[in-house]
């Protein structure tokens, strides 16, 4: 797990704020028009999800938006329905629900 990029997001949810692709690419100078770049930032934030939801905590890559929807990426709502957190039924209420959940859940652990 990339624990740069991991840092950051604990750090985005304590601040109850989001971030965008490009802004966590950015940090390891990934470079988001690259098809490539993108998969290995896909990659990492899958797995920061996955570890947090091994441990009942909500998948942090919610912090993460689209620059252009201010919204998570397809590949995030996949994740979740493969995670089964997701039912597929609504994006933008699963969203807003676990953006929440991960604000309250670092906010606390501060």
């Known amino acids: 797990?990339?624990?740069?990029?991991?840092?950051?997001?604990?750090?985005?949810?304590?601040?109850?704020?989001?971030?965008?692709?490009?802004?966590?690419?950015?940090?390891?100078?990934?470079?988001?028009?690259?098809?490539?770049?993108?998969?290995?930032?896909?990659?990492?934030?899958?797995?920061?999800?996955?570890?947090?939801?091994?441990?009942?905590?909500p998948m942090l890559s919610v912090v993460v938006v689209r620059s252009d929807k201010n919204i998570p990426g397809e590949g995030f709502f996949k994740l979740a329905s493969q995670l089964g957190r997701y039912d597929g039924r609504d994006d933008l209420k699963f969203f807003v629900e676990e953006l929440q959940r991960a604000w309250d859940q670092w906010g606390k652990l501060g």
């Open 1 to 57: 797990m990339n624990d740069r990029i991991y840092e950051e997001l604990k750090r985005v949810a304590r601040n109850r704020e989001y971030t965008t692709y490009h802004e966590v690419g950015d940090l390891i100078n990934l470079d988001m028009e690259n098809p490539a770049h993108r998969n290995e930032l896909a990659e990492t934030l899958d797995e920061i999800s996955t570890f947090e939801h091994s441990h009942q905590r």
